[in-house]
């Protein structure tokens, strides 16, 4: 038997001032240093020849949807896929649909701060490569400063970027723009945005839709709104935003927002109990912002069960079959900093453990309605 795995290395729980600034601090550095590893750089693509298109959005807004959409359809472009996940294991890079693709995954922080130097570095390969892609795409986390992404893009020369196309769930708009926690930098990304595309309209009523409509209208005066069913946006709409960004003439900004969410990620190989799983997931409290995972359950021993959690809502989808790779479970859960009960939900996970209590008869697993 296999022991369990558990990944616990997120932020710390504790909000703590010296942590704050020093994360601030970072994410100053980062773009400074982001700057400084440009200097004088000459790439193999040549000055502004990189399309780069930034999918943002916040937690759950359905950016890896619209992704998988554009990465499915015949659009005839080569395209590397940057993936950026906030969590310690990145759940958004196993649900891009087309395992394939040339797609970089950045794991274990948010890329316009805590791990912008990766992102730099990335965008630096990516502009040495003898074959060169035909454009970028950059999945951002669901709490990055679309601002701040752009501003550390720009400072690559063979980098033009297209512009940033912002996922806004129609859903829980009115809900976020008000949230304490969230709020500021939720209004920041949808602000900072080229292009609007408004997900998740069908899960409302009509008046519900148009009240949607019109708050993102008077936050984006004049920029362009798409609704996206299930993520689809066209990939000509996606690719060719036709934004004019140009690099800053000032420093950046510093971003500290990073210390105002936390994350823990739960990785183990034993199979979990669906059903003790499901009790977990509908007691976990609302203040949960977000919760992804992908899972080896015992009444689905073949394939991965996706799990999405976004608000109050969650589902499990039956996803691709394990073939050759061992089947296990990861999630990660996403919450404002201090209001994530680690140890709570490790004893809570590991109870959903079926080797734990296998006396216990399995049931045919019930999909939870959207
Ligand atoms: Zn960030």
Same mark, same amino acid.
């Given at each position: 038997m296999k022991t #369990?795995?558990?990944?616990?290395q997120d932020n710390s729980n504790a909000v703590d001032p010296y942590e704050a600034a020093e994360e601030a601090r970072q994410a100053l550095s980062g773009m400074i240093f982001a700057a400084l590893k440009m200097r004088g750089r000459k790439f193999r693509a040549a000055p502004a020849s990189l399309p780069l298109t930034i999918i943002a959005g916040f937690l759950g807004a359905g950016k890896t949807t619209l992704l998988n959409h554009l990465l499915v359809e015949p659009h005839g472009r080569r395209l590397a896929v940057l993936v950026n996940d906030f969590g310690s294991i990145n759940i958004d890079a196993d649900l891009v649909s087309s395992r394939t693709e040339d797609m970089i995954s950045l794991t274990n922080g948010c890329a316009c701060c805590a791990v912008a130097g990766d992102l730099t570095e990335t965008l630096i390969d990516i502009a040495e490569r003898e074959e060169l892609p035909d454009a970028i795409v950059l999945e951002a986390s669901g709490i990055a400063d679309t601002q701040a992404i752009v501003q550390i893009a720009l400072t690559n020369p063979a980098m033009r970027v297209e512009g940033a196309l912002v996922v806004v769930d129609a859903e829980t708009v009115f809900e976020l723009a008000e949230d304490p926690h969230a709020g500021r930098l939720f209004r920041n990304q949808i602000a900072a945005a080229d292009l609007c595309a408004l997900s998740k309209l069908d899960l409302?009523?009509?008046a519900g839709r148009t009240a949607a409509r019109d708050w993102l209208?008077?936050?984006v005066p004049g920029k362009p709104v798409v609704e996206a069913f299930n993520g689809a946006v066209p990939a000509e709409v996606v690719l060719g935003i036709g934004a004019t960004r140009h690099a800053p003439c000032s420093p950046p900004v510093s971003t500290d927002h990073a210390h105002d969410f936390d994350s823990f990620s739960f990785t183990v190989d034993e199979p979990l109990d669906g059903e003790r799983l499901r009790a977990l997931f509908d007691s976990l409290p609302t203040s949960l912002l977000r919760a992804k995972g992908v899972l080896n359950l015992t009444e689905e021993p073949a394939r991965r069960t996706v799990y999405q959690r976004v608000g109050e809502r969650w589902s499990y989808t039956p996803a691709a079959p394990w073939g050759d790779e061992t089947p296990r479970s990861s999630i990660v859960? /996403? *919450? #404002? %900093? *201090?209001? /994530?009960d680690r140890s709570k939900l490790e004893t809570g996970l590991? %109870?959903?453990r079926a080797d734990i209590n296998d006396a216990r008869p399995t049931k045919t697993l019930p999909h939870k309605e959207r």
């Open positions: #369990p795995e558990r990944n616990s409302l009523d009509e209208a008077t936050q859960f /996403i *919450g #404002p %900093a *201090g209001w /994530i590991d %109870a959903c």
